[in-house]
């Protein structure tokens, strides 16, 4: 009776299900101009940050499994930023995910016009990176994630729209 009870235990665990989708969130944030800021803009800068939760049960594609997730891939990334016009830009740009060491990866100089989407190359550094984002998105089933950065204008309200393509195994017998 124990080879039996083992062999469908086996077979649970062998039945998986790929779940290709995009985990996408909005941060918006606001630039103000701080008390302490030059009334001659050119050459100042203005930081900024802000913070959201992005959870795994808010996709569609992952509602029939969101408690039986066994791995994450993490293949890619697109920050898209939402608002600049005119000569607006985004100077630098952090993203750092709570649990996570170090900015999960850094870009500069977005424009409604350069790096805008952006996707960073998928170094060994960055895969590290997005290999412990990962481990996250298994164990907790979200991501509080964090942008930081500095403006070279405000104020500006703006938008990064993070895009994860993302490829979850899941084992649906569990």
Known sequence: MSV???SCSAIKEAITVPVNTTLKVDMPFTVSVTKSA???KAGTTYSFTSTKVLQVSDNTDMTAYINKIKAVDLRAVTVTMQGLTG???VLT????VSGVNGPVFSIANISSTSNNPFSPTITSTV??????VAAK?????Q???????TTNDAPMS???????DTKFTCMPLN
């Open 127 to 132: 895969q590290s990176q997005l290999d412990l």
């Open 38 to 40: 030059s009334l001659d």
């Open 87 to 89: 000569t607006q830009q």
């Open 158 to 164: 703006l938008t990064a729209q993070l895009a994860f």
């Open 143 to 149: 991501l509080t994630l964090t942008i930081s950065g």
């Open 93 to 96: 740009l952090d993203i750092s």
């Open 137 to 141: 998105l298994v164990s907790d089933r």
């Open 4 to 6: 039996l009870l083992f």
